[in-house]
């Protein structure tokens, strides 16, 4: 698969307005980033029900060219949504930006054995930075709101992200890396809401996204498989092996499989088995018992901080190593301006390389979070691999 990346410029640029120029009135100002969804359609007509001056920007990035892809990311919708509410609409091409600081990091994410997290690089590099910082200087807008079920506490005078009112939707773990300073113009109007809320309002309100169903795929890979988002010659077959040593089958491309992984692997053995270890030096699939890819102690760098009064050695939090889990009771025992380590009460299961630890406090607020760096996959060091293992995995 190829994703449209030629003929857009190498740096942001605005399309023209989709229906009207935005102006500047007396109402307070604020940008709304819409993907054509019902969540941040929602949020826009919230906002402009509360008597801001809303401004509808979607991003233009690379989609998948040979897959049947419905428009997610290309924003037809979001613009007619805009059209529907007397909302001023831009798109904003982030194309060669989006390659640079999301596709290819995924790729070469897998090619080194790491578990990427591409939404989580998206909203740090592109969405509350990049297209953030151009909204600003073209409109002088500084407010931005999302349609991610997440909350900012504005309680006593500070600002704290916290998780969203739906447990099951909130998106807080993806959107922690957010700058300090920079959520206190930040809205999430649906954190105290719920998905089935969300779409009720849309209906009562004749939202032309109403009944649109919620994708669950990676944006720039349309309806199509992550997969056929990274580059030819990943998919190279080469051994399964026990952490014994035994060898029980042939991988079809380690970019096929992630740590923690169980179906798929097409092995047989008198106990159910799991990926334990992504070995690119070699090409070599590890699997193991589920008993071996438990572990107390969690690694994270490139962090961003919330609370650095909360961060520090020997404080108890909770801790999250993956969007679709709960988080633990955890206690801090190493921290820098750069890293920090974590020691879990009870042993998790599969942390990986690449994804995200997010660290929250008793109320649900994010003190930080950062990529883990070291997980599972350093526990051990099978004795038939150890001239040629790499550490690093």
């Given at each position: 698969m190829?994703?449209?990346s ?25 940008a709304?980033l ?6 941040s359609?929602v949020?826009a007509?919230l ?9 509808g920007?979607?991003l233009k990035?690379?989609?998948?060219c040979?897959v049947?892809?419905k428009?997610v990311?290309c924003?037809?919708?979001a613009?007619?949504?805009c ?5 001023p609409?831009?798109?904003?091409d982030v ?5 640079t ?5 995924f ?9 990427p997290?591409?939404?989580?690089d998206c909203?740090r ?10 909204i600003?200087?073209?409109f002088?807008?500084?407010?931005l709101?999302?349609?991610h079920?997440a ?15 739906d447990?099951?939707?909130?998106q807080?773990y993806?959107?922690?890396d957010?700058?300090?300073?920079r959520?206190?113009?930040?809205y999430?109007?649906l ?5 089935s809320?969300?779409r009720?309002?849309a ?7 109403a ?7 990676l944006?720039?890979?349309g309806?199509?498989?992550y997969?056929?988002?990274l580059n030819?010659?990943v ?11 035994m060898?029980?089958?042939?991988h079809?491309g ?10 798929g ?6 106990r159910?088995?799991?990926?334990s270890?992504?070995?690119v030096?070699n ?19 490139r962090?961003?901080i ?7 050695v ?21 921290v ?18 690449g ?5 929250y ?5 994010v ?6 760096v ?8 099978p ?6 293992h790499?550490p690093?995995?």
């Amino acid at each position: 698969m190829t994703l449209n990346s030629s003929s857009h410029p190498a740096e942001p640029a605005w399309l023209s307005p989709s229906f009207r120029e935005w102006r500047a009135d007396h109402r307070p100002a604020i940008a709304v980033l819409m993907s054509g969804g019902v969540d941040s359609s929602v949020a826009a007509l919230l906002l402009k029900r509360e008597g801001w001056n809303v401004l509808g920007v979607t991003l233009k990035i690379p989609t998948a060219c040979t897959v049947g892809h419905k428009g997610v990311c290309c924003g037809s919708e979001a613009a007619f949504v805009c059209q529907a509410l007397d909302v001023p609409h831009y798109f904003l091409d982030v194309t060669e930006a989006f390659h640079t600081h999301v596709i290819e990091p995924f790729r070469a994410a897998y090619r080194n054995g790491r578990t990427p997290n591409p939404c989580a690089d998206c909203n740090r590099e592109i969405k509350f930075s990049l297209a953030w910082n151009e909204i600003e200087k073209r409109f002088g807008i500084s407010a931005l709101a999302t349609g991610h079920y997440a909350r900012i506490d504005r309680a006593h005078g500070g600002q704290l992200l916290r998780r969203a009112k739906d447990e099951g939707k909130d998106q807080s773990y993806f959107v922690y890396d957010i700058p300090r300073d920079r959520l206190r113009d930040l809205y999430f109007p649906l954190g105290d809401w719920c998905k089935s809320e969300v779409r009720a309002f849309a209906r009562k309100h004749d939202l032309p996204v109403a009944e649109r169903e919620e994708s669950m795929e990676l944006c720039f890979a349309g309806e199509a498989d992550y997969r056929n988002a990274l580059n030819e010659g990943v998919a190279s077959p080469g051994p399964i092996r026990h952490i014994s040593g035994m060898h029980l089958g042939t991988h079809r491309g380690l970019a096929h499989y992630t740590v923690g992984q169980r179906k798929g692997l097409g092995v047989r053995w008198d106990r159910p088995l799991y990926v334990s270890c992504i070995d690119v030096v070699n090409n070599v699939l590890l699997v193991a018992e589920r008993e071996n890819l438990l572990c107390r102690e969690v690694s994270a760098t490139r962090l961003q901080i919330l609370q650095p009064e909360r961060l520090m050695v020997g404080a108890r939090l909770m801790g999250q190593i993956r969007s679709g889990g709960s988080a633990s009771t955890c206690v801090v025992r190493d921290v820098s301006k750069n890293s920090l380590l974590v020691c879990f009460a009870t042993p998790v299961f599969a942390p990986t390389a690449g994804q995200r630890l997010v660290l929250y406090d008793a109320a649900g607020s994010v003190v930080a979070g950062g990529e883990i760096v070291i997980s599972v996959n350093n526990l051990y060091k099978p004795v038939f691999m150890e001239a040629n293992h790499d550490p690093n995995l």
